[in-house]
């Protein structure tokens, strides 16, 4: 079974546990710390956040951020590079995070998700197969949720920063529906995003091309 992201436009701008892209960030308190950019020093950009499948520690929202100041110069598709990072929040007592001044923070144009479960033999095929099926473009299938990667380059497992063991995948993620909505995985890549169980909210993402 292939649990399929497929793109919904309809999406309240409130702050939410729900998967969506583009908006701004939900997270708890109100001291969120927001991404910077290791190679430039520039915020990163809030691509969208995941509501996770239920998971042996909890079910936990991801907060994935890119930077986009000079794309394509700060090794924003590395996992351990400090061009992008992925934030683990607790879905509890959320609001919205207002982005900081400077640098290239926010996609205005916001969507959201929903999962259509699909029988088919890897994502690849699911992402056809429903798209022909629903009579769509394949572009409104936004990535899967669990099951197995579909690499387009070579398999790139990141390490867990607390533990050091392999993470666990949790998504891949196609760039979006349209070019408004895109995000910038090097023109028709996927991203890859993986977390740790081993209980210190690690999470990380990488993109390939
Ligand atoms: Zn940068
Ligand atoms: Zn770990």
Known sequence: MISLLINNSNSD??????T???????APG????WPTCKTCNGNMQFLGQLRLKKQDDGE???LL????????LCDEWDANAGGNKVVSVDCQSLSLVEPPNGG???????????????????????????AVAADVNPQEVLGQLAGQ???IQGEEVPVCDSCNNPMSFVAQLE????????MNFGGGGCAYVYRCSCGKHQAKMLWQC
């Open 175 to 182: 760039q979006g529906p349209d070019w408004e909505t895109a």
């Open 104 to 130: 290239d923070t926010i996609r205005p144009i916001l969507h959201g998700a929903i999962l259509v479960d699909v029988e088919s033999e890897n994502y690849d095929t699911a992402r056809v197969d429903w």
């Open 60 to 62: 936990p929202l991801l």
């Open 30 to 33: 109100h001291n969120f710390a």
């Open 65 to 72: 951020f890119m930077c986009q100041n000079d794309p394509g």
């Open 13 to 18: 701008s409130s702050a939410s546990c729900e």
């Open 20 to 26: 969506r892209f583009g908006g701004k960030p939900s």
């Open 149 to 151: 990667p579909s690499w």
